[in-house]
């Protein structure tokens, strides 16, 4: 029986993007011979894990966990929607929540380095990641997530797997829970108009100036167009100043006073939201390729 070594560990991983247990299975299966070890790993996993790792995941789904006092909302993506249904890419998201809620890591990478087992990957949660790529065939990552446990009570809503919110609060449990579902459905962009971030501002008072500029309208009279634009936007887009979705009579904020309750936070997650997806033109594909079958002809 060969000794199997670190390096030609890392060497067969190299070649194919397996995770580091699989190789070095696959190696002590060969005896050692790295031709036919990578041979073993294809026809386990396929020859899709090292191609699919540098694929667009505009795809995905949101989780969320809690344990004790602490919650976490994580994003994870994949290529296409198909995967989304899949029972193991749903357990990797839904464990990965569970993670970061019990393990507070300081980024994606920490996430990955924690334990984790599932579906005959592991010993962590990135080799599980690995695994399920070369399994099913397609790139997957974890994006971005977001823990609390700031001592507030946590109100989470999910619509389907593609949008999830966590809304922070003290009082009513109710009352909390609809403003995690308005938030889903208006996706407001802070909780005040003093909180909306100054780059949207300025965004969209440059709007309001070529508007108003096309108008003709004299200079004092631009201004307050310009400026009643903004006020607009303001309210439009902070959660308080919004008509209350199940009352449209009352804003949010009206609505939570009425309960006794206080929104401290609130953090929504939409799949995909600034991934620029690729968009694959099948007339081009087709075209190249009998171009290239007549060039070989």
């Known amino acids: 029986m060969a000794a199997i070594t670190a ?9 194919t993007d397996a995770p580091m247990m699989e190789c070095k299975k696959a190696l002590t299966e060969a005896d050692g011979d790295m031709a036919k070890a990578e041979e073993v790993l294809r026809v386990k996993l396929g020859t899709k894990a090292g191609k699919a790792a540098s694929r667009v995941t505009a795809e995905g789904v949101v989780a969320t966990a809690a344990s004790g006092n602490a919650g976490a909302l994580i994003e994870v ?6 995967v989304t249904k899949n029972d193991s890419f749903l357990a990797l998201a839904q464990a990965a929540a569970k993670l970061i809620a019990e393990h507070n890591p300081a ?18 949660l990135e080799e599980v990641r690995k695994g399920l790529i070369g399994k099913i065939g397609e790139n997957m990552s974890f994006r971005r997530f977001k823990r609390f446990a700031s001592g507030t009570k946590l109100a989470t809503y999910l619509h389907g ?25 208006m996706k407001p962009v802070a909780l ?6 100054a780059e949207l501002i300025e965004r969209e008072r440059s709007v309001a100036t070529a508007k108003a500029a096309e108008s003709g309208k004299p200079a004092d009279i631009a201004a307050k167009m310009i400026e009643g634009s903004v006020q607009k936007y303001l309210k439009e887009v902070s959660l308080f100043n919004q008509p209350f979705v199940k009352n449209d009579k009352q804003t949010v904020e009206q609505m939570l006073k009425a309960a006794n309750t206080t929104v401290k936070g609130f953090t ?27 060039k070989a002809g």
Not at 7 to 15: C, G
Not at 77 to 82: G, K, L, P, S
Not at 162 to 182: N, P
């Open 107 to 124: 980024d994606v990478a920490a996430l990955g380095a924690l334990p984790y087992s599932q579906d005959g990957f592991g010993p962590t």
């Open 192 to 197: 005040t108009s003093a909180d909306v971030p």
């Open 77 to 82: 993506n994949c290529e296409t929607d198909f």
């Open 268 to 294: 929504l997650y939409v799949v995909g939201e600034g991934i620029e997806k690729k968009v694959d033109d099948f007339a081009a594909e087709v075209a190249a390729q009998v171009a290239a079958a007549q």
């Open 161 to 185: 797997t593609r949008i999830g919110v966590v809304v922070e609060y003290e009082g009513d449990e109710t009352a909390a829970k609809d403003v995690a579902m308005h938030v889903a459905a």
């Open 7 to 15: 390096s030609m560990v890392a060497e067969l991983r190299a070649k």
